[in-house]
């Protein structure tokens, strides 16, 4: 069974840096996309940074310039650095994946973490 697993979040003064990190396991056969949404109180989830496994990435407005992905598909593995973070960044961070798995390795689906609280104060 395919799992994300996050780690990395925490409380942080804002202004300060968080780095996130995600892997997956669980018969990976291949990996299209891994990324980060987050979720605020009240509020829908939304997209945060995506990476390809071609390279390309998709950021957020909000926080580009700040929060870099990055990611090693040959460990099934992504990352989202977090710096100059804003109260207004706080939210539950969900690592996101769409993956082909050993047993279907033909058909992509997508896969959810748990998600990690990121508290930023100010």
């Known amino acids: 069974q395919v799992q994300l697993v996050e780690s990395g979040g925490g409380l942080v003064q804002a202004g300060g840096s968080l780095r996130l990190s995600c892997t997956a396991s669980?018969?990976?056969?291949?990996?299209?996309?891994m990324g980060w949404y987050r979720q605020a109180p009240g509020k829908r989830r939304e997209l945060v940074a995506v990476l390809t496994s071609g390279g390309s990435t998709n950021t957020a407005d909000s926080v580009k310039g700040r929060f870099t992905i990055s990611g090693d598909f040959a460990k099934n593995t992504v990352y989202l650095q977090m710096d100059s973070l804003k109260p207004d960044d706080t939210a539950v961070y969900f690592c996101?994946?769409?993956?082909?798995?050993?047993?279907?390795?033909?058909?992509?689906?997508?896969?959810w973490g748990q998600g990690t609280q990121v508290t930023v104060s100010s």
């Open positions: 996101y994946g769409v993956l082909a798995t050993e047993h279907l390795p033909s058909r992509s689906s997508d896969y």
């Open positions: 669980g018969g990976i056969f291949s990996i299209n996309a």
